[in-house]
T-cell receptor, first 114, second 115 residues
Framework: ETGVTQSPTHLIKTRGQQVTLRCSSQSGHNTVSWYQQALGQGPQFIFQYYREEENGRGNFPPRFSGLQFPNYSSELNVNALELDDSALYLC?????????????FGSGTQLSVL | GENVEQHPSTLSVQEGDSAVIKCTYSDSASNYFPWYKQELGKGPQLIIDIRSNVGEKKDQRIAVTLNKTAKHFSLHITETQPEDSAVYFCAASSDLYGSARQLTFGSGTQLTVLP
């Protein structure tokens, strides 16, 4: 049990809508990362949040945005949904400690865009 | 940016045999290499990792080797069991401090252990 929890587990939206996904990090962790996993592929890095600020971003457009709260939980927001946004969205938490940082993933939110 | 290639995409072995999954990476600055196991309906689970100052690491039936000169690393599972059946992902990070800040994943290997 990793301790990272995500909600909701499944979500169906239509093209053009907006969505918010939520993540609670594992106890003792201070960093949250978000990844997108398309069917049959490896996860792709979206961004990481540390001390409530974005701490690195992958190749995703600005309509993907996030927040980290003082209790280290996090939200991923996606605006103007496109069909290609259909994927499993994974949250991972870690303790930022330089060379010993390890990512622990939640079970993800399956987003379907129709 | 970093590119990670993983082979094979599918692997079937008899229970008790060994399984080997190989990955290559493109960025010579990469310094952290974790392996994840993903079961159906679950998120990736960290099973072992290695950093660039180490050539090999072992944890019970699982071992990882790293060849920085050739830019490849491998996962070895010995005495496979049916519960080892899952999708395995390798990943690499070139973060300055060797952290897991931005992982680039391979495309995955579906391992099936036949009883």
């Amino acid at each position: 049990e990793t301790g990272v929890t995500q909600s909701p587990t499944h979500l169906i939206k239509t093209r053009g809508q907006q969505v918010t996904l939520r993540c609670s990090s594992q106890s003792g962790h201070n960093t949250v990362s978000w990844y997108q996993q398309a069917l049959g592929q490896g996860p792709q890095f979206i961004f990481q949040y540390y001390r409530e600020e974005e701490n690195g971003r992958g190749n995703f457009p600005p309509r993907f945005s996030g927040l980290q709260f003082p209790n280290y939980s996090s939200e991923l927001n996606v605006n103007a949904l496109e069909l290609d946004d259909s994927a499993l969205y994974l949250c991972a938490s870690s303790l930022k400690q330089g060379a010993n940082e390890k990512l622990f993933f939640g079970s993800g939110t399956q987003l379907s865009v129709l | 940016g970093e590119n990670v290639e993983q082979h094979p995409s599918t692997l079937s072995v008899q229970e008790g045999d060994s399984a080997v999954i190989k990955c290559t990476y493109s960025d010579s600055a990469s310094n952290y290499f974790p392996w994840y196991k993903q079961e159906l309906g679950k998120g990736p689970q960290l099973i072992i990792d290695i950093r660039s100052n180490v050539g090999e690491k072992k944890d019970q039936r699982i071992a990882v080797t790293l060849n920085k000169t050739a830019k490849h690393f491998s996962l070895h599972i010995t005495e496979t069991q049916p519960e080892d059946s899952a999708v395995y992902f390798c990943a690499a990070s070139s973060d300055l401090y060797g952290s897991a800040r931005q992982l680039t994943f391979g495309s995955g290997t579906q391992l099936t252990v036949l009883p």
